[in-house]
């Protein structure tokens, strides 16, 4: 009898849980890695819910979702081609953390957050590791990201730092 009421009420709580709860997997890493490597800005902004928040060390203030579009796009016009390569995940539930690999050649304008100061290309390239926090929703939308990454190697593979 004890084993019948344990069974049901798991079955009822598993059953009760909105569609696309379930945690999130590999699938939703390798949407990730797809859409920022397609420089699809549209395919990028549907990675997030409305309520993101993006926390990465260039801007003084967290990205919202109306921020992340021109931010993002900036990007891919500095660096029309990088590329984030994902080697390794760990997944929890609905957080993952990503070990990335980013590349890229300055080649066009890069307007820093924080100043404002816009700077053209300079034809050289930067590879550096990066982590990614990401907690997503139950529809595997990404409600927060904390970008990690060394801003000083960036900036003197750039040329921009001695």
């Known amino acids: 009898m004890k084993l019948t009421l344990a069974a049901t009420v798991a079955l009822a709580a598993f059953a009760a849980q909105p569609a696309g709860a379930e945690p999130i997997g590999k699938a939703d890493i390798q949407r ?14 549907a990675l997030f819910s409305q ?3 993006i ?8 990205l919202d979702h109306a921020g ?5 796009s900036m990007i891919f016009r500095a660096y029309p081609d990088f590329h984030i ?5 760990l997944i929890d539930g609905r957080k993952a953390a990503t ?25 050289r390239s930067f590879d550096h ?10 529809d595997h ?11 000083l190697t960036v900036d003197q593979q750039l040329g921009i730092t001695p």
């Open 99 to 123: 070990f990335e690999r980013v590349t890229g050649t300055w080649s066009g304008p890069f307007t820093d957050p924080g100043t404002g100061k816009t700077t053209p290309g300079n034809g």
């Open 85 to 89: 390569a994902v080697e390794d995940a």
């Open 51 to 53: 309520d993101v928040v």
């Open 129 to 138: 590791p990066g982590v990614m926090y990401l907690v997503y929703n139950p």
């Open 68 to 72: 992340l579009r021109n931010f993002f």
């Open 32 to 45: 990730w890695s797809e859409a920022w490597n397609s420089h699809d800005i549209d395919k990028v902004t």
């Open 55 to 62: 926390y990465q060390p260039e801007n003084p203030k967290p």
């Open 141 to 151: 939308r990404i409600r927060e990201v904390r970008i990690y990454w060394d801003r």
